[in-house]
């Protein structure tokens, strides 16, 4: 599975986002995705994550309430919608891939438990 993440850009506190994901290669209804996050002189960490079905989402405390993800197995697309936004969301996002279909927050909230990584999209929210 090949991932291009999209969508980020500069935006101000309490505005909205919108970043995709889309996919190549496999079949991407297949996997598991998840959104991770890394700020700059942080580790990346796990922000969303949704399974094949798209029944199933799992979310960081920190941005439940915030954050909704999504997909769309017909478009081989995935999403993150970030309302809300603080400038401690200012970050490299990434999408990947599990091959996880079904599993625990746990499982889907560890990077090695992701196989394809997509190169990120920067998202920066000022004050």
């Known amino acids: 599975v090949q991932l291009q993440a999209y969508g980020g850009g500069l935006v101000q506190a309490g505005d909205s986002l919108r970043l995709s994901c889309a996919a190549s290669?496999?079949?991407?209804?297949?996997?598991?995705v998840g959104w991770f996050r890394q700020a700059p002189g942080k580790e990346r960490e796990f922000v969303a994550a949704i399974t094949w079905s798209g029944t199933s989402t799992y979310y960081a405390d920190i941005v439940k309430d915030r954050f909704t993800i999504s997909r769309d197995n017909a478009k081989n697309t995935a999403y993150l919608q970030m309302n809300s936004l603080k400038p401690e969301d200012t970050a490299l996002y990434y999408c990947?891939?599990?091959?996880?279909?079904?599993?625990?927050?746990?499982?889907?909230?560890?990077?090695?438990?992701?196989?394809?990584w997509g190169q990120g999209t920067e998202v920066t929210v000022s004050s």
């Open positions: 290669g496999r079949i991407f209804s297949m996997y598991t």
């Open positions: 990947s891939a599990s091959k996880y279909s079904t599993a625990t927050y746990y499982t889907l909230s560890r990077r090695y438990n992701y196989d394809y």
